[in-house]
């Protein structure tokens, strides 16, 4: 956690969910209703197909929706493809961008996520930029100048705390039952503030920075109480609203 960060527990539903898995998006708007959700922010980024219908489940709640990934362009001639303004336009107010798995099946370069997340911040969207090193990046040390080379170059100029959220995932712990140590997280993570606060001063303090991979709700107290981990961008364990609840329940401890 950092001192006066809110923290952001996200879900990435990634290709999962139809229609019945509204079932389970009613149940986290349900369950975040209370105290803790003055402390800690909840979103939930489902397919694009149920985004329209999701937004207007949460209505009443302080849970909110986001999709995974936008178009660098607000319209045109892009088949298949969604914009940042349609996003806005369903009512999501967040969008993953630069996902590892986007990065690896549609060859997404780090300047394609910072078009993306440019785009993001034209439709007043907040980016959840996502970084992290592969396995064979680790185990030959470069896990850092990776995530330096990431944030560079991924994210724009224009970055604030307020419109940009950063999602470190070791692409080797996504999915995997694996996690890096505590110590791990924790280097990683003051490295990823100490570059943020050089390039963007006091902004770059306050900016969140998520941990995911493998975040589950075993793990979720000692990984969201390391230092500079500001919350959990969580897959497979987000797409149970019992797991994710349990996960930011996680919190009732952390901030009492
Ligand atoms: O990729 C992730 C979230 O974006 C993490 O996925 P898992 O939580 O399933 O490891």
Request: net charge negative; proline share 4%.
């Amino acid at each position: 956690m950092t001192p006066d960060i809110r923290p952001l527990v996200a879900g990435n539903w990634k290709m999962n969910g139809t229609r019945q898995s509204l079932d389970q998006i009613k149940a986290i708007a349900e369950g975040v209703k209370g105290e803790l959700a003055a402390k800690v922010e909840t979103l939930i980024c489902p397919p694009a197909t149920l985004l329209y219908v999701a937004t207007a489940l949460c209505e009443d709640s302080p849970l909110a929706i986001g999709a995974q990934d936008c178009h660098h362009k607000q319209s045109g001639a892009h088949t298949g493809d969604i914009s940042a303004e349609m996003i806005a336009d369903c009512f999501g107010t967040h969008v993953i961008i630069g996902h590892s798995e986007r990065r690896t099946d549609h060859a997404e370069s780090d300047a394609l996520v910072k078009a993306k997340t440019e785009a993001a911040y034209a439709a007043e969207l907040v980016a959840i930029v996502c970084i992290g090193e592969t396995e064979v990046e680790r185990k030959s040390g470069k896990t850092l100048d990776v995530l330096k080379r990431q944030l560079a170059e991924s994210l724009p100029d224009a970055a604030t705390a307020a419109n940009t959220v950063i999602a470190y995932e070791p692409v080797w712990a996504i999915g995997t039952g694996l996690t890096p140590t505590a110590a791990d997280v924790e280097e990683a993570h003051a490295f990823m503030r100490r570059e943020l606060v050089a390039r963007f001063g006091a902004a770059g303090g306050k900016m969140r920075i998520l941990y995911g991979g493998s975040v589950k709700p075993s793990n979720a107290k000692e990984l969201m109480g390391v230092a500079n981990v500001d919350g959990a961008l969580i897959g497979g364990a987000s797409l149970k609203a019992e797991d994710f609840l349990a996960i930011y329940g996680a919190y009732e401890e952390l901030t009492a």
